[in-house]
């Protein structure tokens, strides 16, 4: 069974919510929240640890409205995923920063716009984060030295690949940054990121091969050829 605080704070983060879908009609306060759709307990706890509401794991109509800072009593949350919802251009809330316990924070595609909030950066537990930044500014990321993955797929980006990838993400293993409008070589800065396993630079317009610091990295092949299209570099 969920713990009553927990379920109370689900139902406050539902009214802020336009659910035209219906998808979360089996939030209701008399129910165990443990079994309500997109949330999963700690079997022994009861705490609520996974609240995924993305629109792709219901495949219905795109929720709208706001998120409400009620989330922070779901103090053992450790996977977050509002994707493929419509907030309408706001801005990502600065307390989601405040979900000690996270561990994967998906924002992806959920009509967000403005600066990215550093209060992301005290997320010390996350090590995967992924969100689309079409509208989102993207300097915060030497903030973010903690996270393992970093996923920009998808955004239209264009212009040389940014040089702020560096040694500030010493912890990166996975960098996607497949299909946006990127062109140029393959910057040296991608030299610092000592711990990186996955480089997908697929579908962009990138040119020239990798750069030597790479020959090192075994996990990375060396001999693609210049000027062919990149797909994924590296081993999953």
């Not at 209060?119 to 989102?136: A, M, R």
């Not at 996955?198 to 020959?215: A, E, K, Q, R, Y």
Request: proline share 4%.
């Amino acid at each position: 069974m969920c713990l009553e605080s927990e379920r109370h704070a689900l139902l406050q983060f539902k009214q802020g919510l336009v659910d035209e879908s219906s998808a979360l009609d089996s939030w209701k306060s008399e129910k165990d929240c443990c079994k309500w759709r997109g949330i999963a307990c700690n079997n022994q706890t009861g705490h609520v640890i996974t609240l995924d509401l993305s629109y792709s794991y219901y495949h219905s109509i795109k929720r709208r409205g706001e998120i409400s800072p009620s989330l922070l009593e779901l103090r053992y949350l450790n996977y977050l995923d509002l994707s493929y919802n419509d907030f309408g251009g706001m801005i990502i809330p600065k307390f989601i920063g405040s979900l000690s316990q996270l561990k994967e924070l998906k924002l992806a595609d959920a009509n967000f716009s403005g600066p990215i909030p550093p209060q992301l950066g005290n997320l010390s537990n996350c090590t995967l984060l992924i969100f689309t930044i079409t509208k989102l500014r993207i300097a915060f990321f030497r903030e973010l030295y903690r996270i393992m993955m970093v996923d920009l797929g998808n955004n239209n980006l264009s212009g040389k690949i940014p040089t702020w990838i560096d040694q500030s993400l010493k912890n990166l293993v996975i960098l996607r940054l497949r299909s946006n409008e990127f062109n140029g070589i393959i910057p040296f800065s991608l030299c610092s990121l000592a711990a990186i396993h996955v480089l997908d630079l697929s579908h962009n317009s990138i040119s020239g091969g990798l750069p030597h610091c790479f020959n090192n990295i075994t996990s990375l092949p060396t001999n693609t050829g210049v000027g062919e299209m990149w797909n994924l570099c590296g081993k999953e």
